[in-house]
């Protein structure tokens, strides 16, 4: 039942890139759908090969993730930059064997995630120094693949990561009063926020006036109407020019600020105006038939717009939905699990899917600029749906421990800590939280 | 409480934290989704003007026909093959990958379709690209007037070729090409949208439009309306469907009044010579219009360049010389004399005049007679006969010029066609602002033209230059026709070149014992002996007729001018056609003239006998087959 809502988010997905990718009479076929079809049942394989999968006695649950950590974060991320396919603006994707290509930040985020919650809660009973050590540790394994997935010039990714290992450590270490006031301070700075990025799209008519007054025709009045140029943006956002690792930054910032917010910003939004509430149908919204929304991203970045297209706000609300599923059901197998770390993978996790889906969603709505990250499970992409399927079969992992599955069905201990008794979770002793930052 | 319920109650409200953080977030993404969705009808109408665009669609042009309805410039199909980019690209392709599939499809069919080097143009990857560049969801034109031969083998292959497809253009073809060619007219092409829509017609089509002659005076006519067509065309200006159609409206067919064997006889007639011809029924239809440049001008089956280096050089003389060649009438203006002498009752047919060869008009100031002994007493129809000077010079010192000039304009001399004729009927005529006016030497007009001291003044000789059709009176060879006529039907009708301009004429205050003597002259001049037209006889036809000879310049400029006027046939109440011939640096209209027009004459009588089926069949020209020409 837990994989319900994201198979049926994947069935959607799968609809929406055939019906994006068998064009119009004339035009040849595009196969993306059924990679995607392939990419899902691969991802259901990785899914339940985690879950279930058993592992030799000696292999504890901290020495897999580190295993992980290696590989994705370190040795796929450090290959990427050596060996990888250079597209746009970034050098992100690894070619296997010319067949496909891989994303390994998708990778890295989950297996960094699962990294940092064995790390943090592997320091119970320790010391404080050493308690002290690890989690200073903990703070370098976020930073070194933010810094690598940042040198592939894949802001998005490493903004993802950072906010779900952040939520992760930031939730270990205080405790939820103070969380909740953190949010009650935090939520209503958004509102002056967004009053800002409103006026800059919408200047008043006498800085209008100025600027054309100013001569400034065409294109570039309208980047000034925001009242930033993009030179002006760009001078605080990419300050190695246009060279730097942040070059594309001014450009989408720019836009994002301007009135019209850039072609596919424009495109974007008006898919979601012309579905309407239910929708122009299954395959007959024109914006995305007739390529204004470039095809290129239609089932990747603006897979919600297509659905929104097709079928109006009652579809995308449905996708909603099924996240906010999904997202309960992260949090519920975390709460129910056991283990703390598998707690503290679950809220990473949720939130990482949390900020796939707000971002995504926003870039349409134009609340965030565009920055190119895909709907968990809705949206074409190998590497995403593979890496989420495995985050799930993780927590599963996780859950099952608790519940006695993998033991049961293996017929063994699966010789993670922590579970020293295979008769059931029911006697295992929870290992207390770490003392740092806890009132104790 | 143990620190495990303590630890997943506080898991637990994070948890309901998380997910209340989570699931306002989510909630206000619905909100602005829906403040969005509720702005459908203006996104989709703000989509739909971006996403459409008006293309013409080109129209059948209506044919220009003679005056049985026998088709002269038509219109035809001609097949050409089109590559559609639309159906070859894919939409993610980048100009030089679509670039490389059209011009593979495009080597692959020229292959398949053997082509032949007159028919096939090669096509460079640089056309190509201007094309792609252009974005235009219009089909890429690969090669025209694609032969039956190659259609049929295209139709072979077809299936294996979806981006190619068989296009139906039109051509212009001009039968007869070298006959009326400056009437008839030639189109040009142009890239016009519909009436109306043309503004903001995104894709004009490329379509035919009126250049000269017929084809361009009727060209509204002819032309008719252009359809349109609201394309869908996708991100990148690719057509991806149609909304609506407003289907082309064909254009009415223009018949002329001309008739293709006089026309062809006229042209004979003038062969060799540098002058005009008219040939005219007494309704005002004109059955001919001939000039000398027929010979000299490029025929209809030459090309654009031909005659747009043709129409350069000879545009300031007007497009013909039948309406726009402006000569001195000499002595056919004599007729208007007469007629007002008569009129006013200044003298009778009978009335005598003594020539003495001469008038004099000062102590060294004379204006000779062309027979220096003197003609002696004659009569109005002696006069006429022999042409005789003295007589009319004589005759207007005793009209006065203001009765002469009177007359002349009734009788429409320096008028345009069909002008001041308050009459039902439509005026003016359609020829009227292709033709030049003329004018006629009256003391005004002599006030404005020469502006300086006595020159300016009017003087006794200045009226007999008025009477004999010297100095500056200016007649165009359809002017001399219509006067001609009205001396024949005593009418002035509005010459008419279209079979749907209504006739139109005006009675003249002329009575018929006035307009009869002078055709009894006029009948003298071709059927006496000494008649100045006895080289334009005609057996078994009474032909009534007046020459003129009119001389300009001086010294080694001398040149004359001559005409020849004529009524067929010359008996006033059975007058059908008149004629009106002018030629230039001759020396006789009767000796220079009257032959060419006895042959015209006799041709006509032949004609008339003919029933219409044989007038329909076209004449043996030079050309005397259809001779197409391309004009797409």
């Known amino acids: ?440 | 409480m143990t620190s495990s319920e303590s630890q997943r109650r506080q898991a637990a409200m994070v948890a309901v934290l998380a997910g209340a953080v989570m699931g306002s977030a989510l909630l206000f993404a619905a909100v602005v989704h829906a403040r969005q969705a509720s702005r459908r009808e203006t996104a989709l109408r703000t989509f739909e003007r971006d996403a459409a665009r008006l293309a013409s669609v080109w129209t059948y042009r209506a044919p220009v026909c003679d005056r049985y309805r026998t088709p002269l410039n038509v219109t035809v199909p001609e097949y050409a093959l089109a590559v559609d980019v639309s159906r070859l690209r894919d939409i993610r392709d980048t100009r030089r990958r679509t670039l490389d599939l059209v011009e593979a499809e495009v080597s692959r069919l020229a292959i398949e379709l053997w082509p032949r080097e007159a028919q096939f143009r090669r096509i460079s990857r640089d056309d190509l690209e201007a094309h792609l560049v252009r974005a235009s969801p219009m089909p890429f034109i690969l090669w025209r007037n694609v032969d039956t031969d190659t259609v049929q083998r295209w139709l072979m292959v077809r299936d294996d070729h979806p981006g190619v497809t068989l296009l139906p253009l039109p051509k212009r073809v001009y039968h007869l090409p070298d006959l009326a060619a400056a009437v008839r007219g030639r189109t040009c092409l142009t890239r016009r949208g519909a009436p109306g829509v043309s503004s903001h017609c995104d894709f004009p089509d490329l379509t035919m439009a009126g250049w000269f002659g017929a084809e361009a005076w009727r060209d509204a006519d002819l032309s008719g309306t252009p359809g349109v067509e609201q394309l869908v065309l996708d991100a990148v200006l690719f057509r991806q469907g149609t909304v609506r159609r407003a289907d082309p409206e064909v254009g009415e067919p223009v018949c002329l009044t001309l008739d293709m064997h006089i026309q062809h006889w006229a042209q004979e007639a003038l062969r060799g010579l540098r002058g005009a011809l008219v040939v005219m029924r007494t309704d005002g239809q004109i059955l001919a219009l001939a000039d000398s440049d027929d010979g000299v001008r490029p025929t209809l089956a030459e090309g654009t360049e031909a005659w747009r280096q043709w129409l350069r050089g000879n545009r300031r003389d007007g497009i013909h010389r039948c309406l726009n060649d402006q000569t001195p009438p000499g002595s056919i203006a004599k007729l208007a004399v007469a007629l007002a002498a008569l009129d006013a009752g200044v003298i009778t047919p009978e009335t005598r005049i003594e020539c003495r060869g001469c008038v004099p008009y000062g102590p060294h100031t004379v204006i000779a007679c062309h027979k220096a002994s003197g003609h002696g007493s004659l009569t109005l129809y002696e006069a006429l006969r022999v042409s005789c000077n003295a007589y009319f010079l004589t005759l207007a010192e005793r009209v006065g010029w203001e009765r002469i000039a009177e007359m002349m304009k009734e009788l429409g001399l320096g008028q345009l066609p069909g002008e001041d004729m308050d009459v039902p009927g439509g005026v003016p005529s359609r020829l009227a602002p292709l033709c030049s006016r003329g004018a006629i030497y009256t003391p005004a007009y002599k006030r404005e033209h020469y502006e300086t001291g006595v020159e300016a003044l009017w003087r006794p000789i200045d009226t007999g230059f008025l009477a004999i059709g010297q100095a500056d009176t200016q007649v165009t060879p359809l002017q001399a026709a219509v006067m001609v006529n009205a001396v024949a039907t005593g009418k002035r009708v509005k010459p008419r070149l279209f079979l749907d301009e209504p006739y139109a004429a005006r009675d003249l205050r002329l009575s018929v014992a006035s307009r009869e003597a002078v055709l009894q002259g006029m009948r003298q001049v071709v059927h006496h002996p000494n008649g100045t037209a006895r080289t334009a006889r005609v057996e078994d036809v009474v032909l009534a007729s007046k020459t003129g000879t009119a001389e300009r310049g001086s010294g080694a400029a001398y040149r004359k001018d001559v005409w020849l006027v004529a009524i067929y046939p010359g008996d006033a109440p059975a007058a059908r056609i008149v004629l009106a011939a002018m030629a230039h640096d001759l020396s006789s209209g009767g000796r220079d003239l009257g032959p060419r027009i006895a042959e015209l004459v006799t041709a006509i009588k032949e004609w008339e006998m003919w029933t219409d089926d044989q007038r329909r069949q076209w004449p043996g020209t030079a050309d005397g087959e259809a001779v197409c020409q391309a004009q797409r």
Not at chain 1, 140 to 147: F, Q, T
Not at chain 1, 212 to 230: H, K, T, V
Not at chain 1, 309 to 330: D, N, P, Q, R
């Open chain 1, 1 to 440: 039942m837990r994989l319900l809502p994201p198979l049926l988010l994947c069935l959607i997905g799968i609809l929406l890139t055939y019906g994006v990718c068998v064009p119009l009479a004339g035009a040849p076929e595009r196969l993306y759908w059924r990679r995607q079809v392939f990419f899902v049942i691969l991802g259901l394989g990785v899914y339940f090969v985690v879950a279930r999968a058993s592992l030799p006695r000696r292999w504890s649950a901290g020495m897999s993730a580190a295993a992980c950590y290696g590989v994705f974060c370190g040795l796929l991320l450090v290959l990427v930059l050596l060996v990888g396919r250079s597209t746009g603006n970034g050098r992100r994707w690894l070619s296997v064997f010319g067949l496909t290509t891989v994303q390994p930040a998708e990778f890295a985020k989950i297996a960094g995630l699962w990294a940092l919650a064995e790390l943090v809660n592997s320091t119970s009973g320790l010391r404080p120094a050493e308690a002290l050590r690890r989690h200073l540790l903990a703070c370098v394994a976020v930073a070194v693949p933010a810094a690598l997935i940042v040198l592939e010039r894949s802001l998005g990714n490493a903004f993802l990561f950072c906010a779900a290992a952040g939520v992760l450590l930031v939730s270990r270490w205080l405790s939820w009063q103070t969380l909740l006031a953190g949010v009650l301070i935090a939520v209503p700075l958004l509102l002056p926020l967004g009053v800002t990025v409103h006026r800059l799209r919408h200047p008043p008519l006498a800085v209008q006036a100025e600027h054309l007054a100013e001569g400034r025709a065409g294109i570039e009045a309208r980047e000034r109407a925001c009242g930033l140029s993009q030179r002006e943006v760009g001078s605080v956002l990419a300050p190695g020019g246009s060279e730097g690792l942040f070059s594309h930054c001014p450009a989408r910032f720019s836009c994002y600020l301007s009135r019209e917010g850039g072609w596919n910003a424009e495109q974007a939004s008006r898919c979601i105006q012309i579905g309407g509430y239910t929708g122009c149908g299954y395959r007959r919204g024109r914006v995305t038939i007739l390529g204004y929304l470039p095809r290129t991203v239609q089932h990747t970045d603006f897979a919600y717009c297509v659905l929104s297209e097709s079928l109006g706000l009652a579809g995308g609300m449905a996708a909603l939905a099924l996240v906010a599923t999904i997202l309960g059901t992260i949090l519920w197998n975390g709460l129910r699990s056991a283990s703390p770390a598998a707690w503290s993978f679950a809220t990473a996790l949720a939130v990482l899917v949390f900020l796939h889906t707000a971002i995504h969603v926003g870039m349409g709505l134009r609340l965030v600029p565009i920055i190119g990250v895909p709907f968990p499970f809705l949206s074409y992409g190998g590497s995403v749906t593979v890496s989420m399927f495995a985050g799930l079969g993780l927590l599963a992992r996780y859950s099952a421990q608790r519940d006695g599955i993998p033991m049961a069905a293996a017929g063994k201990a699966d010789g993670w800590p922590g579970t020293p008794d295979p008769a059931g979770a029911r006697s295992y002793r929870q290992p207390e939280l770490p003392p740092i930052g806890a009132a104790r």
